[in-house]
């Protein structure tokens, strides 16, 4: 099995940007579809993005397409989520999560501890 951890949240102000990354150990990265998921307080845990195996096919929720990214590096073992324009309302603990199967990557398999996501207003 795969061991995710993440890095790079913090403190940002609304309309910043932030770099989240996620470095996978323990079994073939390659091996895995990657995620993204997030957890405002009070609320559910939600998808937030997918990358394919190779990175070819790349998936989003509708409220972040155009503001966030997400890619890979096989070579790395990482996964990276680049957002920008952020608003306050994307404040929430974000997850990395890993599934070796693309029809779960709403229902992963894996998960990392969550790094958290504060903007500012």
């Known amino acids: 099995q795969v061991q995710l951890v993440e890095s790079g949240g913090g403190l940002v102000q609304a309309g910043g940007s932030l770099r989240l990354s996620c470095a996978a150990s323990?079994?073939?990265?390659?091996?895995?579809?990657m995620g993204w998921f997030r957890q405002a307080p009070g609320k559910e845990r939600e998808f937030v993005a997918a990358?394919?195996?190779?990175?070819?096919?790349?998936y989003y929720v509708d409220f972040v397409k155009g503001r966030f990214t997400i890619s890979r590096d096989n070579a790395k073992n990482t996964v990276v989520l680049q957002m920008n324009s952020l608003k306050p309302e994307d404040t929430a603990v974000y997850y990395c999560?890993?599934?070796?199967?693309?029809?779960?990557?709403?229902?992963?398999?894996?998960w990392g501890q969550g790094t958290q996501v504060t903007v500012s207003s």
């Open positions: 990358i394919s195996w190779r990175g070819g096919s790349t």
């Open positions: 999560a890993a599934t070796r199967r693309i029809e779960k990557r709403k229902d992963p398999d894996y």
């Open positions: 323990g079994d073939t990265f390659s091996t895995y579809v």
